[in-house]
Nanobody, 123 residues
Framework: QVQLVESGGGLVQAGDSLRLSCAAS????????MGWFRRTPGKDREFVAA????????YYANSVKGRFTISRNNARNTVTLQMNSLKPEDTAVYYC????????????????WGQGTQVTVSS
């Protein structure tokens, strides 16, 4: 089991950048894929990005491709989501998640979740 704590959310204006961090504890962190998801009121949780256990392969939702970058530091047990050119539609609670597998194969892989951090983008 991996415990996750997100940080870095806040209120920004459209076009600004924000960096989310996720601190992980647990022995399995370095062997599992990690991901970021987001949720807005009235909608299902949405996949944002994922990264395989070694950090060499990343995956993105079409809505964030080219603007967001996911990365990880296995020595520090951290995962980050760099968000650039933010849009009002990026407003959501963002969740860090740990997969049960080393390689990302789909949103259903994720079994451990952080508490979430709010990102609000004003127009």
């Amino acid at each position: 089991q991996v415990q996750l704590v997100e940080s870095g959310g806040g209120l920004v204006q459209a076009g600004d950048s924000l960096r989310l961090s996720c601190a992980a504890s647990g022995r399995t962190f370095r062997s599992v894929a990690m991901g970021w998801f987001r949720r807005t009121p009235g909608k299902d949780r949405e996949f944002v990005a994922a990264i395989n256990w070694a950090g060499g392969t990343t995956y993105y939702a079409n809505s964030v491709k080219g603007r967001f970058t996911i990365s990880r530091n296995n020595a520090r047990n951290t995962v980050t989501l760099q968000m650039n050119s933010l849009k009002p539609e990026d407003t959501a609670v963002y969740y860090c998640a740990a997969s049960t597998k080393g390689t990302y194969t789909g949103p259903e892989d994720f079994g451990s979740w952080g508490q979430g951090t709010q990102v609000t983008v004003s127009s």
